[in-house]
């Protein structure tokens, strides 16, 4: 997920990022990556991506505190996601 969140920053984009391991928001916060947490980033982002390989990321809980517009994608490569 850091590597698409690095695109991103590459792109002049806004981007926060979200993650449940400490060592992860070390390393965006390092490299300028803004850290939110969950419920904070559904509500203020307009584009979001799932990078994490697992399925049910984005609840149906979640997904009513999007933005409306928002979109929200996923480029990992599983078929559970």
Do not use: W
Request: with cysteine.
């Amino acid at each position: 997920g850091l590597s698409c969140a690095f695109s991103f920053k590459g792109a002049n984009a806004n981007v926060y990022t979200y993650d449940k391991n400490e060592n992860k928001k070390a390393i965006a916060e390092k490299h300028g990556i803004s850290f939110l947490d969950k419920e904070s980033l559904l509500k203020k982002c307009d584009l979001i991506i799932t990078c994490t390989g697992r399925s049910s990321v984005i609840s149906p809980y979640d997904s009513r505190l999007l933005r409306d517009g928002c979109i929200l994608a996923n480029v990992g490569h599983y078929n559970h996601e």
